[in-house]
């Protein structure tokens, strides 16, 4: 990507991306319409409303239990939800969930691999499920390997073998080996050293230059403030709260004050 940065082979999922490729005339990338989850007979999303643009790097904060985690996974389809519609580039995600699958690349709030693969096999695994012609995937790989700091011997390793903060790096890469068109990253920094943190930074931005789009959970407020274009933050299973900071750029520096006030708290 150097120069490119982000221009990890747009040709990089085969048959299938031939069919993602085609223009598909919608505003938003990501829309959440009702959406409601329950867990047993307690109520976590209970009318959730949210739409995200094409090219923006989207926010969505609040605190611990309140349903962030929750909203992403029936976003990439690991939960059923009760009722509402989600639509990835105006595509049901349970309808057509193959394809809105393929256009995701998610990275979980605690790294998730198999540990008895080495780095590259679980790559070039993740590759395989998104039907990645071999010349995409070596050049996709090689770009990663590089911007994530890790080496031939790192990548020919186990990954049980692997630190925290290596493990993260490769759910990392392996959200972005196939380019897909929306990044969706739980809590990324979990376990990332104060440099891969940096290039995270920028890689988020470089994604959205390309008009990509990202949306990522934290609890790390400083980097929503740095990075995102807007963020949502979500209180009792709704959306209270959607920030523009193209609009009202002063709201950056004040997000700590308007989150906390949303709750209830004061800072001290």
Known sequence: M???????????????????????????????????????????LKGLN????????????????????????????????????????????????LETKSMIGYVPSEPVTYENMTGNEYLQFIA??????????????????????????????????YSHGMKQKICLMASLIHNPKIWILDEPTVGLDIMVYEVLLKMIKDFASFGKTVFVTTHNIELVSKVCDR????????????????????KRRDLNKIFFKIYGETLR
């Open 128 to 161: 395989s499920s998104y039907n990645m012609i071999q010349a995409s995937f070596n050049n996709n790989y090689n770009f990663l390997v590089k911007k994530f700091n890790m080496n031939t011997i790192d990548m020919n390793r186990k990954i049980k073998e």
């Open 231 to 250: 963020v949502a933050i979500i209180n009792d299973g709704k959306v209270v709260e959607l920030i523009d900071f193209n609009k009202e750029p002063l």
């Open 2 to 44: 150097d120069n490119q940065e982000f221009k990890i082979n747009n040709e990089d999922v085969s048959e299938l991306d031939t069919k993602l490729e085609t223009p598909i005339q919608v505003d938003y990338v990501i829309e959440i319409k009702d959406l409601f989850k329950s867990y047993g007979k307690k109520e976590v």
């Open 50 to 97: 949210l739409e995200v643009k094409k090219g923006e790097v989207f926010g969505f904060i609040g605190k611990n239990g309140i349903g962030k985690s929750t909203t992403i996974d029936c976003i990439v389809g690991l939960k059923d939800y009760d009722s509402g519609h989600i639509l990835i580039c105006g595509k049901d995600n349970k309808r057509d969930d």
